[in-house]
T-cell receptor, first 114, second 110 residues
């Protein structure tokens, strides 16, 4: 299965600022996803990162707040824009390959907004 | 969208005990995964099990897709089994998107 490097691992940010999270995969993968895990909660899908085109967002998530790029089959970024304390969460990228038997997750970015 | 409920929400075991975790889902699925999230937040894939039974060491899982549930068995639990267990499903026709269950938080004590 793929190995994911996600950066940064944690950050403390001021409200009103933006943070960009990077997800680098060691092999080409078909699908890449971004999830949010609020404190003590389950994971919620933010969007599917599409290579070379706009991401597909889930209900309740918008591009202006969570812009996503995926310039190639091994790399994606998620930006959390104009942050507020409610954005304090763990953000995780995930990939799956052909056949979609296994989903691999990055180690997560623990974001605290003050 | 599909609903995925897990039970129990919390579980405390003494080391060496056995346990069964349940995952119920509300619609047909073509993919079901069990994950363990360790205390440091890392998600580890335990099983890909859209149907049938699989075993891996002290862990085993069974999915009965026609009845829309899956079970995860942990035998002879160890303190390293502590963390949160999630099942996650792909609803048939939803393009590989995993929907996560509510989770079971397990604490194994000495």
């Amino acid at each position: 299965s793929a190995v994911i490097s996600q950066k940064p691992s944690r950050d403390i940010c001021q409200r009103g600022t933006s943070l960009t999270i990077q997800c680098q995969v060691d092999s080409q993968v078909t699908m890449m996803f971004w999830y949010r895990q609020q404190p003590g909660q389950s994971l919620t899908l933010i969007a599917t990162a599409n290579q070379g085109s706009e991401a597909t967002y889930e209900s309740g998530f918008v591009i202006d707040k969570f812009p996503i790029s995926r310039p190639n089959l091994t790399f994606s970024t998620l930006t959390v824009s104009n942050m507020s304390p409610e954005d304090s969460s763990i953000y995780l990228c995930s990939v799956t390959g052909q056949g979609e038997t296994y989903y691999t997750f990055g180690s997560g970015t623990r974001l605290t907004v003050v | 969208g599909i609903q995925v409920e897990q039970s129990p929400p919390d579980l405390i075991l003494q080391e060496g005990a056995n346990s069964t975790l349940r995952c119920n889902f509300s619609d047909s699925v073509n993919n079901l995964q069990w994950f363990h999230q360790n205390p440091w937040g890392q998600l580890i894939n335990l099983f890909y099990i859209p149907s049938g039974t699989k075993q891996n060491g002290r862990l085993s899982a069974t999915t009965v897709a026609t009845e829309r549930y899956s079970l995860l068995y942990i035998s002879s639990s160890q303190t390293t089994d502590s963390g949160v267990y999630f099942c996650a499903v792909v609803n048939t026709g939803t393009a590989s998107k995993l929907t996560f269950g509510t989770g079971t938080r397990l604490q194994v004590t000495l």
